[in-house]
C-alpha cells in the first residue's frame, strides 16, 4: 500500500524525511499533504513512549491550528510532553500553537500566559523560534486591539526571521505589518509591506502566505475606494483559500467579495455571494462571520428599498455580534441600523443609533464619516438646516482629513469613491437653501488633490481652502467662461461663471445623461459622419448639457470646462448645434479642460518674454511587434521642427529618443515638450501609462510615474500618441493618465488623445498647424481650435471631417 500524501510504502517509511517534509508542506500551505504526513508519522509510531509519536502529534497539532481547527489542536496537545522533551524545541511548539489556538478562541488571557511560557522557554532552549513567538504574540495582540503591541512584536519577528534567514518567518512578519498598517489606516504603508511579503512568499511557494496576503492587499485598496483592483484580490485569494483548505478564510474573502460588489452596486451578486458565505458561516458556527454576513444582506435589502427585510437581518447581527464579543461588527450594524430607522421615518432611533457611532473612539474613520453624513442627511430631512449644515461639514472634515493622509498618488486616485455620494447629499442641501456659491466650492473641494499636492494649499484645512477661493476671479484671470459640471444620484447641477457672475443650472440625473454620453463616444470611435446621420446622441447632449447655458456664452467665447465623471472621456467641441445649419460647437467656443477651480487659481500669466525653445522626442525605434513604426512620425517631426529654429530645439529622434535621454535632456528647461510616438494608457494602474520610446536598457517605456517625478515649467506638452488623456476618471481627479502626469511635474498645459489615433490620418497636418498658431502667438487653446477648424474646412468633403480624426485630441490647463 503506498500512502497518501506521497509517504513510502511501511517498510520503507522514513520518519525523518516524513516530518521534515511535513513541515515544509505545511510552511507552504499545503496543508492536507502536511496533515497526511503527520498522521501516517503517527501510524507508524502510535506509542507516547516515542520521541517520533510526540515529533508528529506537534505537526498535527500546528497543521490544525493553520487549517483553523483549534479546538481540535488544543485536545491533541492537552497531555504533557515527557520530561525528556521538556527543554526540546517541540516543547516551544506546543505551547506556541496552544497560545495561538486559544487566541482564535478569544481565550486572550489563556493565549498570553502560554505564549509567555513558550518565549521563556524559546529563550533557553529553542532561540530561533523567538521570532515565531513574536509573531504570534503580535497576532495575540492584533485580536485585543492593541496597535502598539502589535506592530512591536511583528517588528521583532521581522528582525528575528532576517538574523535566523528564515524565508517564510519574513514573509509572515511582512504581511502581519501590512495588516496591521491597514488597521491603523496607512494605507502606503500597508501597501508597501503587502506587496514585499507578497513577492516573497511566491518566491518560496508559500501558498497559504501568498493567499493572506492577496486578501489583506484588496482589504487595503478596498478602503482606498479602489473596488475594481479589491473585489480581483478578495478572489484570488479566495480561489487560494479554496485550493489549500481553510474554509473560514475562504469564507472571509468571500464575504468581502460580496462587499465590493455591492460598492460597485452589483446588488445581484453582492446578496449571492453573501447568502452563500452566509450558509458556511453557520455550518462552521462562526459568529463574527454570520454577523458579516448579515451586515452585507442588510445594505443590500436597504438598496433596493427593502427596509423590513434588512431590519430582520439587522436584529440577528446584532444578536450575533454580542453572542462572540464583536465589537466591529456590532458597530457595522448599529450604523446599518440607523439607516433602516431613517428608512422607516423612525427619526428618534435612527439619531441615537448615528451618535452612537460617532462617539465611539475606535469606530473607523470611513464608519466615522459615513455616520456623520448620514445624520446630517437625517437632519437634512427633518429640516434641521443647522444641524444639518454642521454634521455635513464635520463629514468633509473627517473624509478631506483622512483623504490628505494617504501620500502616494496613485493610491489617492480612488479614496473618495466610497465617499462621493455624501457630498452630492450636501450639494444639494446648498442648494435648496440658495447657497449657490457655496454648492460650488464644495463641488470644487472633491477635485484634483493629487494635482494640488506640493503646492501651498496642499496643508490647509478644507474650509480655508474653499473661503479663499474665488471663482469669478479665476473667470477673470483665465479669461473665459467656466463650466463646472456635478453629475447627482437625484440631479446634476451646472455652474456658469464668467467675471460678473455666477449662475447655477440643474441638469438630469446622472444615470439619465452617461448611457447617452456612452452612446454618443462609441458613435465617434466608429468613425460615423454624425453630421450627415443627423445623430440624435450629439443632439441631445448639447441640447442635456449645453443649450441651458447658452445665454450666457457669447459667440467665438473661450470656455474652460470642468467636467465630472463620464464627461471627461466626452469631446464637448463634437455636440451638434442643432437650427437651420446644424454644426459641432467647436465653431461656436474656444474650449479647454480643467479639472479644479483650485488649480486654476494657482496658474499663472503667459510670459511673452519667456525663451520659445522645444524638446522634441519620436519617431523611435519599434521595441516590439505591439508598437511598430510610425509611418509619418519623421515627417511629423521635420514640421514641428521647422517652426523653431535649431539653436532653440533639442530633438530626440531614432534610437536617441530613450527614456533616459528625456531625463537627462533636463526637461525642465523647455517651454515646450512633444512626443511623436505610440503611448499606453493603464486603467487600472494608470501611473503605469507610458510613453514607448526606443529600447534603453531593459525598458522603452517612460512612465507616468517617471514623468511626475521631474518637474516641468513647459507652457505647451503635446502628447501626439494614443490614449494620452488616460481611459479612466477617478471620483475628485479626473482622467488619469499620460497628461495628468505631466500637470503634475507643473507644466501649464498639455494636449493629449481621449482615443487611438492613426498617424497616417490629418494628425501630422493638425500638429503643424497647431504650431504655425503657436509661433504666431496664439495661446495654445487658440491654436488648437484653429488647427481643428482647419482640417475640417480644408476636408469638409472628405473622412477627416468625421469627429474621429480631428476631436481625438484635448487641451488640459494645469497651474
Not at 429640516?383 to 473624509?399: C, F, K, L
Not at 462609441?522 to 446622441?537: F, I, K, M, Y
Request: include cysteine.
Amino acid at each position: 500500500m503506498v500512502l497518501a500524501g506521497g509517504c513510502k510504502s511501511p517498510e520503507q517509511f522514513s520518519p525523518r524525511q516524513t516530518y521534515e517534509s511535513g513541515w515544509l508542506d505545511l510552511n507552504r500551505g499545503e496543508l492536507n499533504s502536511a496533515l497526511l504526513k503527520a498522521e501516517a508519522g503517527l501510524h507508524h509510531f502510535p506509542s507516547p513512549e516515542s520521541d517520533w509519536y510526540w515529533r508528529f502529534t506537534i505537526l498535527k497539532g500546528e497543521t490544525l491550528l493553520r487549517l483553523h481547527r483549534s479546538g481540535e489542536s488544543l485536545a491533541l496537545l492537552e497531555r504533557e510532553l515527557p520530561p525528556s522533551l521538556s527543554a526540546s524545541d517541540l516543547a516551544v511548539w506546543r505551547r506556541m500553537t496552544q497560545g495561538a489556538a486559544n487566541a482564535f478562541l478569544r481565550r486572550f488571557e489563556e493565549s498570553g500566559k502560554l505564549l509567555g511560557e513558550a518565549e521563556k522557554l524559546a529563550e533557553a532552549h529553542a532561540p530561533s523560534l523567538l521570532g515565531e513567538v513574536a509573531l504570534r504574540k503580535g497576532t495575540l495582540a492584533f485580536l485585543r486591539n492593541d496597535p502598539e503591541v502589535t506592530a512591536a512584536e511583528y517588528h521583532k519577528a521581522l528582525a528575528l526571521a532576517q538574523n535566523y534567514k528564515d524565508g517564510f518567518l519574513e514573509a509572515a512578519a511582512r504581511g502581519s505589518l501590512g495588516l496591521i498598517a491597514t488597521r491603523q489606516e496607512h494605507y502606503d504603508e500597508s501597501i508597501d509591506w503587502d506587496r514585499s511579503a507578497l513577492e516573497l512568499s511566491r518566491s518560496l511557494n508559500a501558498q497559504s502566505s501568498v493567499a493572506r496576503i492577496l486578501g489583506n492587499l484588496g482589504w487595503s485598496y478596498f478602503e482606498l475606494g479602489d473596488y475594481d483592483q479589491s473585489l480581483s484580490l478578495f478572489q484570488q485569494s479566495g480561489d487560494a483559500f479554496s485550493h489549500i483548505g481553510v474554509l473560514d478564510l475562504q469564507t472571509r474573502a468571500l464575504i468581502m467579495t460580496g462587499l465590493t460588489h455591492y460598492y460597485l452596486r452589483d446588488f445581484d451578486n453582492a446578496e449571492k455571494e453573501s447568502e452563500q458565505a452566509l450558509k458556511v458561516a453557520r455550518s462552521i458556527r462562526d459568529p463574527v462571520l454570520i454577523t458579516q454576513c448579515l451586515n452585507n444582506l442588510s445594505m443590500v435589502a436597504l438598496s433596493r428599498q427593502q427596509p423590513e427585510p434588512a431590519e430582520k437581518f439587522n436584529l440577528e447581527a446584532h444578536q450575533s455580534a454580542r453572542s462572540s464579543a464583536d465589537p466591529d461588527g456590532e458597530l457595522s450594524a448599529t450604523l446599518i441600523s440607523g439607516r433602516i430607522q431613517t428608512a422607516l421615518n423612525h427619526y428618534r432611533e435612527a439619531q441615537d443609533d448615528l451618535a452612537a457611532v460617532i462617539r465611539e473612539p475606535k469606530a473607523a474613520t470611513a464608519v466615522r464619516w459615513e455616520a456623520e453624513a448620514r445624520l446630517a442627511k437625517l437632519y437634512d430631512m427633518q429640516h434641521q438646516n443647522a444641524r444639518a449644515e454642521q454634521a455635513y461639514r464635520r463629514s468633509i472634515e473627517t473624509i478631506q482629513s483622512a483623504r490628505s493622509s494617504v501620500g502616494q498618488d496613485e493610491l489617492r486616485f480612488t479614496f473618495l469613491s466610497s465617499s462621493i455620494d455624501f457630498f452630492d447629499d450636501y450639494i444639494d442641501f446648498l442648494i435648496r437653501q440658495g447657497r449657490v456659491e457655496d454648492a460650488l466650492k464644495i463641488a470644487d473641494l472633491t477635485r484634483a488633490s493629487a494635482l494640488t499636492v506640493g503646492s501651498q494649499t496642499a496643508n490647509v484645512d478644507a474650509y480655508s481652502l474653499i473661503r479663499n477661493l474665488h471663482p469669478q476671479r479665476i473667470a477673470q484671470k483665465s479669461r473665459a467662461t467656466l463650466l463646472l459640471y456635478w453629475l447627482g444620484r437625484n440631479q446634476s447641477h451646472l455652474w456658469v461663471i464668467s467675471p460678473s457672475e455666477i449662475s447655477h443650472i440643474l441638469l438630469p440625473k446622472q444615470s439619465e445623461i452617461e448611457p447617452i454620453v456612452k452612446s454618443y463616444r462609441e458613435a465617434v470611435l466608429d468613425g460615423r459622419d454624425l453630421l450627415a446621420s443627423g445623430d440624435t446622441d450629439g443632439r441631445k447632449l448639447y441640447s442635456m448639457l449645453i443649450e441651458p447655458a447658452k445665454k450666457l456664452l457669447a459667440k467665438d467665447s473661450r470656455v474652460i470646462l470642468l467636467p465630472a465623471e463620464s464627461l471627461y472621456g466626452l469631446n464637448f467641441e463634437s455636440l451638434i448645434v442643432p437650427g437651420p445649419v446644424p454644426h459641432y460647437w467647436i465653431e461656436d467656443v474656444t474650449l479647454s479642460t480643467a479639472s479644479s477651480l483650485t488649480v486654476l487659481s494657482g496658474s499663472r500669466v503667459k510670459n511673452e518674454e519667456a525663451v520659445k525653445n522645444l524638446l522634441l522626442i519620436g519617431n523611435a525605434q519599434a521595441p516590439n511587434s505591439d508598437f511598430p513604426p510610425l509611418a509619418q512620425a519623421s515627417a511629423e517631426m521635420a514640421k514641428i521642427a521647422g517652426h523653431f529654429p535649431q539653436s532653440e530645439e533639442e530633438v530626440l529622434e531614432g534610437k536617441q529618443a530613450t527614456p533616459s535621454a528625456y531625463i537627462r535632456s533636463h526637461p525642465e528647461r523647455f517651454s515646450y515638450l512633444h512626443f511623436v510616438t505610440h503611448g499606453t494608457a493603464s486603467h487600472t494602474r494608470p501611473l503605469e501609462s507610458a510613453v514607448i520610446l526606443s529600447q534603453d536598457g531593459d525598458s522603452f517605456k517612460l512612465y507616468a510615474r517617471d514623468i511626475v517625478a521631474h518637474p516641468l515649467q513647459a507652457q505647451l506638452v503635446t502628447i501626439s500618441a494614443c490614449n494620452g488623456a488616460g481611459t479612466r476618471a477617478y471620483a475628485g481627479e479626473g482622467l488619469v493618465g499620460l497628461s495628468w502626469a505631466f500637470l503634475r511635474a507643473g507644466a501649464h498645459n498639455v494636449i493629449a488623445s481621449l482615443w487611438e489615433v492613426s498617424d497616417a490620418s490629418s494628425t501630422p497636418q493638425l500638429m503643424d498647424a497647431l504650431y504655425e498658431g503657436l509661433t504666431h502667438g496664439e495661446d495654445p487653446a487658440t491654436a488648437l481650435r484653429n488647427a481643428k477648424l482647419s482640417i475640417l474646412k480644408a476636408n469638409s468633403h472628405s473622412v477627416f471631417a468625421k469627429p474621429f480624426y480631428w476631436a481625438p485630441f484635448q487641451l488640459y490647463a494645469g497651474s
